[in-house]
């Protein structure tokens, strides 16, 4: 059963594993999806916006009529390639504080409604004659961006399209005295890029109902799983629990009941129902017998109560004699084993509001198990002190209790399964009882143990 649980607990765990996985799956392409969607839908709003405004464009023709002039120097020899390339930057340069802000005009008057930063960076500028094919610049042969508008970093730039400037350009020139003319095609490739200002936000938000309904399928699942598989090993625990007390019952059952059916047989027999002292005999046994069935069931009835139903008859009673009379009472009841009994007392309150009978039964409980979990001979110490409340503290020297045993010798029928002490009888009601008895009056029980060193039970009641 309890590999079957396991199993059970395993598969879950896996199934869910994987259901995240797939849902972390759509929800990741989603969010592509989505955000591609985003990403054209702003590209298109933005694509004319250098076309539509008047100033921009006239930006775009001063730089470039400015760059072919220097191009024509270049093809008269009156320019180096740095120089032309210099040119350009400091152009572009000049104007681009002008560019930036019309830009974001143009973006405001296009009414888009998020923060977006532009650029134009050039890849290349090739110039072609009739005789060869000349390239004053290419991005790929450089560490240095020129760039037109806000510059973006590499990781948030998003390619708009990639836009080719060509013209054919003729030009003549007096050098010397005599007319020179030089014809050339001027390619300039650009790369218009942008940043959406915080587009992963604008998309999740886009994305925040799908993404909540998720979590909160998630989580459910999750509570459901939880919740399921913690009534399932609660219910083993109790079948558990059950079947333990049924052996245990079963067990306690036998011996008067057998003693019973041997005591019955006796009297049946002719020889010796003419003996009268051994029909005498043999009545007081069916009666011992009787008596122990009866102290049985109505330890079960008994012990079973919960804290609300245990109804106190509250007394006023001395702290120091009336466990000293507790002590007393219990070391003369102990005939099994060696007890050494130590007590100190350090009441400083000297009355105490309670159920005596209760309370009695309570105190007996736990040093009972003192003896009864313990080697031949027990060492048993009794601290009582009083503050503001009464602190009983009953410490033994026994076999002890496990950390995991620990936390549930309070639960009804709850018997620690250890080796040591599997032939000590009993039904696992007396903590569970002792406990209620505490509850009933408003104090607390605590427990502290090692495995083969002891154990250290602290009752705490309030005086009142
Ligand atoms: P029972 O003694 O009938 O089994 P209890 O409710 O009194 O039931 O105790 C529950 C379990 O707690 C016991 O089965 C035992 O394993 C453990 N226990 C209680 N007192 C002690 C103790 N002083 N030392 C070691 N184990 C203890």
Not at 43 to 58: G, N, V, Y
Not at 313 to 338: A, G, P
């Amino acid at each position: 059963m309890k590999k079957k649980i396991n199993l059970l607990i395993i598969a879950s765990i896996l199934g869910l594993i994987a259901l995240s996985i797939i849902q972390g799956y759509l929800i990741n392409n989603t969010y592509k999806l989505k955000k591609d969607v985003f990403v054209t839908e702003t590209k298109r709003s933005i694509s004319q916006i250098d076309d539509f405004s008047p100033k921009l464009d006239s930006l775009s023709d001063f730089w470039q009529e400015n760059f072919i002039n220097k191009v024509v120097d270049y093809k008269f020899g009156a320019a180096d390639k740095t120089e032309v390339i210099n040119s350009l930057k400091f152009v572009i340069d000049s104007i681009n504080d002008t560019y930036k802000s019309e830009y974001q005009k143009a973006l405001a008057e296009n009414n888009i409604p998020y923060g977006i930063k532009f650029h134009k960076k050039v890849k290349a500028i090739i110039i072609t004659d009739s005789i060869a094919t000349d390239t004053l610049f290419n991005i790929l042969k450089t560490s240095k961006n020129i760039v037109l508008g806000n510059r973006i970093s590499e990781e948030n730039s998003i390619g708009i399209s990639t836009t080719n400037w060509e013209t054919e350009h003729t030009s003549t020139r007096n050098i010397n005295g005599e007319n020179k003319s030089v014809a050339f095609i001027l390619t300039f490739q650009t790369k218009d890029e942008m940043d959406i200002e915080g587009w992963k936000h604008i998309v999740l938000k886009q994305m925040s109902s799908l993404l909540l309904l998720s979590l909160f399928i998630f989580a459910l699942v999750i509570g459901l799983l939880y919740y399921s598989i913690k009534s399932l090993i609660t219910q083993k625990k109790i079948a558990d629990i059950k079947t333990d007390f049924v052996n245990n019952i079963t067990h306690e059952l036998k011996t008067p009941l057998a003693t019973l059916t041997l005591a019955t047989k006796m009297l049946k027999n002719d020889e010796l129902k003419q003996q009268p002292q051994h029909i005498n005999n043999t009545v007081s046994t069916i009666e011992r017998q009787n008596k122990r069935l009866q102290k049985l069931i109505d330890q079960v009835m008994d012990n079973s109560l919960g804290y609300r139903e245990i109804e106190l008859n509250k007394e006023s009673v001395n702290t120091e004699d009336y466990i000293n009379t507790v002590l007393d009472d219990f070391l003369l009841s102990v005939k099994s084993k060696k007890v050494n009994l130590t007590r100190n007392f350090s009441v400083v309150q000297q009355s105490i509001h309670i159920d005596k009978f209760y309370i009695t039964t309570a105190i007996l409980n736990i040093l009972e198990n003192a003896v009864k979990y313990s080697g031949d001979e027990v060492n048993i110490r009794c601290d009582i002190k009083s503050d503001s409340e009464l602190k009983i503290s009953i410490m033994d020297d026994g076999v002890g209790i496990s950390q995991t045993n620990l936390k549930q010798i309070f639960d009804k029928f709850y018997r620690a399964g250890n080796k040591e002490i599997h032939n000590v009888k009993g039904l696992g009601l007396g903590l569970y009882y002792t406990n209620q008895i505490i509850k009933a009056h408003n104090g607390k029980i605590e427990v502290k143990s090692k495995e083969h060193k002891g154990s250290t039970f602290i009752l705490t009641l309030p005086f009142k």
